[in-house]
């Protein structure tokens, strides 16, 4: 998984930026800002990097969906972008280039 430079969430695009820690402050690795349209992140090329694009977009998400209070959980959003990093990383076929579906394999027909 990369992280863009822009991200479209909700229909509006957002520009992501890397920033120095000082930036943010203290245990703060990245936030979403919906006026400014733009998701600054602390400045590193590691997983929770990732991990922390994918919080944020999923609180873009929320914010468009309307849905205040599962927006204002971080435990929640938190959960959920740490489940959906894993899932990308076990299943690299989901980010795949190109119209086809990957080839099938010997686990055909096994209950999902």
């Given at each position: 998984?990369?992280?863009?430079?822009i991200?479209?969430?909700?229909?509006?695009?957002?520009?992501?930026?890397?920033?120095?820690?000082?930036?943010?402050?203290?245990?703060?690795?990245?936030?979403?800002?919906?006026?400014?349209?733009?998701?600054?992140?602390?400045?590193?090329?590691?997983?929770?990097?990732?991990?922390?694009?994918?919080?944020?977009?999923?609180?873009?998400?929320?914010?468009?969906?309307?849905?205040?209070?599962?927006?204002?959980?971080?435990?929640?959003?938190?959960?959920?972008?740490?489940?959906?990093?894993?899932?990308?990383?076990?299943?690299?076929?989901?980010?795949?280039?190109?119209?086809?579906?990957?080839?099938?394999?010997?686990?055909?027909g096994?209950?999902?």
């Amino acid at each position: 998984m990369r992280i863009p430079e822009i991200v479209h969430i909700g229909g509006l695009p957002y520009i992501v930026t890397r920033v120095p820690p000082s930036t943010l402050g203290e245990q703060r690795e990245g936030f979403i800002s919906y006026r400014e349209q733009g998701i600054p992140l602390v400045d590193a090329d590691t997983d929770y990097a990732k991990i922390t694009f994918l919080h944020e977009c999923l609180h873009g998400m929320l914010e468009a969906l309307g849905l205040t209070e599962a927006n204002q959980d971080e435990r929640l959003v938190d959960g959920l972008a740490h489940q959906l990093y894993q899932l990308l990383e076990d299943n690299p076929q989901l980010l795949a280039q190109g119209g086809e579906d990957p080839e099938p394999d010997d686990t055909e027909g096994e209950a999902s």
